[in-house]
């Protein structure tokens, strides 16, 4: 049966028209991973995490879509093959590049608290943080959909196709059945509280109790009969009516953990067009999400802090790129804990985190001989960082991400996600519910300081997602990328950053490097390559060593001379293709 998955994705990679390259000028990236070749489009380009969802995508694009309407029909795609990650049950974020004024765009789509939402929700009869999955199983962790007003936004303003024609493709997979990923298999197999929800148990399971086999062909008529009131009313199907009422209802179901959204929060739920986060890096422009992500912000933060370095000098995969670029992001992290949430409801200090004079004063305190262990938050222009708690905010890997860029030069960097794998384990009408409320703070102060994200009625929870657009100095789109991976996102987009700008590798050689950084804790070193020799150099200048699964899914296209240039996670079952 998985020799049917590899010839559907050989299959669905020689329907496009795109060549792949091995770019024999290209600097050599060495990695313990499996090399893949990357792939070159004159005109236009889609990376994501599943080929089906590649297809859909790159469909819409050689029918006139622009890169928005791409955007749907692979997330839609994506919600069917990929449920464990993201869909409509979850929330969203999206960067849009314009073209024709050299614009960007940042479209937010994240869950919001419902209005019955309290600051001690996630707290114990003690007063105590509840444990994570106590929290996140049952209806208390879900937080309001934000994913398809946040695409129906987009598509008003950016789409070119026709609302319905974009959910053609999911619909008739999810009728007909599509065939069951290694991966998909992998996840349902392992996950112990999946089966504990009887919607969920009756569709990942067979009547025996075993998990749905990779190769077997897998059908959703309830999730198709979604998307088709979707397809055919807008988004206002979602978000009233019967598809409502069944979300509520399910949420207040839990008969321990019973959530608070109601009809109303679904109702009243609006997504939001925000003003980008830039700022400069070596000759180029970075673009990422503002609050409520943190990823955009900590990005430039890290950023700005290795300006001040000679990045370029350095070998990749190297003791020395390992210990300055970790430095620089535990000094991040460190503020992240402390400044980032939703801007609408908390002062964010984003200019001052972002100045600088304040950045070069955080570079300086790196010693590039010994580590810094755990670095204390900075106190940027404007702030008193004593006003303010440190957060204890869990973020977990299961998000996906999509790099699309179209025939006129849009491009879409959209980040997706509920939040753990399978989200809050509960399903409605084919679809899973996020568990997004736990990426608040569970506790309301720390030391006796407030924490910035700490809960709030109608609140969106601080994300790490941090889907990236790279320009030139004359903003033309040089770079689309993102990926999933819970807090260490931000990690793995620096990463390849780093790698097709300071190393100069290609989009596939900077996403297949090793991954590694700090979350201000342990060095984090990528097990099964070359990183995890360097633990006992790396301890010798006072590092703690973790070496783990580092399971991105970074999706990449870049510019070059030949038209784009897609680079696919070798970690994951993603696919770049287009014409």
């Known amino acids: 049966m998985a020799v049917r998955y590899c010839l559907l994705v050989i299959i669905a990679l020689f329907s496009v028209t795109a060549r792949s390259t091995e770019r024999p000028d290209a600097p050599e990236a060495a990695t313990g991973l499996q090399q893949r070749q990357a792939v070159v489009a004159r005109h236009a380009m889609v990376v994501a995490a599943n080929p089906l969802a590649v ?103 950016q789409g070119r196709l026709p609302w319905r024609t974009l959910f053609a493709p999911v619909i008739r997979l999810a009728e007909r059945g599509f065939v069951v990923s290694p991966r998909l298999h992998a996840l349902v197999a392992r996950d112990k509280y999946l089966p ?29 009969a979604v998307l088709r009131q979707v397809a055919q009313r807008g988004a206002k199907a979602f978000y009233t009516g019967k598809i409502a009422r069944d979300i509520v209802a399910t949420v207040h179901a839990h008969p321990t953990n019973p959530g608070r959204m109601s009809i109303a929060d679904l109702a009243v739920y609006r997504a939001k067009v925000r003003v980008p986060v830039c700022g400069d890096y070596r000759a180029y422009t970075v673009c990422g999400m503002p609050p409520p992500s943190s990823g955009g912000v900590t990005l430039l933060q890290i950023l700005g802090i290795l300006q001040a370095y000679d990045v370029a000098a350095l070998q990749p ?149 941090a889907p990236t657009l790279v320009l030139d100095r004359r903003h033309r789109l040089v770079g689309v990328i993102g990926s999933p991976g819970g807090s260490a996102i931000i990690n793995y987009v620096v990463k390849t950053l780093i790698g097709v700008l300071d190393w100069h590798l290609d989009m596939q050689q900077a996403v297949a490097l090793p991954n590694f950084g700090s979350r201000n804790g342990p060095t984090e070193l990528e097990q099964g390559t070359p990183l995890a020799a360097l633990q006992p150099a790396l301890q010798s200048m006072g590092h703690q060593i973790k070496i783990g699964e580092a399971n991105s899914g970074l999706h990449g296209i870049m510019r070059v001379p030949a038209g784009w240039m897609g680079g696919v996670d070798p970690r994951r079952e993603g696919m770049a293709a287009g014409y």
């Open 317 to 465: 995969e190297s003791v020395a790129a390992v210990h300055l670029i970790s430095e620089a992001e535990r000094l991040a992290y460190a503020d992240r804990s402390v400044y980032l949430a939703d801007a609408d409801f908390v002062q964010v200090p984003v200019a001052g985190l972002l100045d600088k004079t304040y950045l070069r004063q955080r570079a300086g305190l790196i010693d590039l001989q010994y580590g810094m262990g755990t670095a204390e938050p900075g106190t940027p222009p404007g702030v008193n960082a004593a006003d303010q708690g440190a957060d204890n905010a869990l973020d977990l890997p299961s998000t996906s991400h999509i790099s699309i860029v179209d025939r006129w030069g849009n491009a879409v960097a959209m980040t997706s996600s509920i939040e753990d794998a399978f989200g809050s384990r509960h399903m409605v009408d084919g679809f899973l519910l996020n568990n997004e409320l736990t990426d608040f703070s569970f506790s309301l102060e720390l030391d006796g300081k407030l924490v910035a994200n700490r809960v709030q009625p109608g609140k969106r929870p601080r994300s790490a997602m």
């Open 196 to 224: 504990l929800q009887p919607a969920a148990r009756a569709y990942f399971y067979h009547a025996d109790g075993s998990p749905v086999a990779a190769g077997e062909r897998l059908v959703n008529p309830q999730l198709a």
């Open 55 to 157: 297809a859909a995508g790159v469909d819409m694009l050689r029918r006139g879509g622009s890169a928005v309407d791409a955007a749907i029909a692979v997330q839609m795609v994506l919600a069917l093959v990929e449920p464990q990650s993201s869909g409509v049950g979850g929330g969203a974020f999206l960067l849009y590049y314009r073209h024709g004024d050299k614009r960007v765009l940042a479209y937010d789509g994240r869950e919001t608290a419902p209005a019955a939402a309290t600051a001690d929700m996630f707290l114990d009869e003690d007063g105590l943080p509840l444990s994570f999955y106590r929290a996140v199983i049952g209806g208390k962790s879900i937080g309001v959909p934000g994913t398809l007003r946040m695409l129906e936004l987009a598509h008003v303003q």
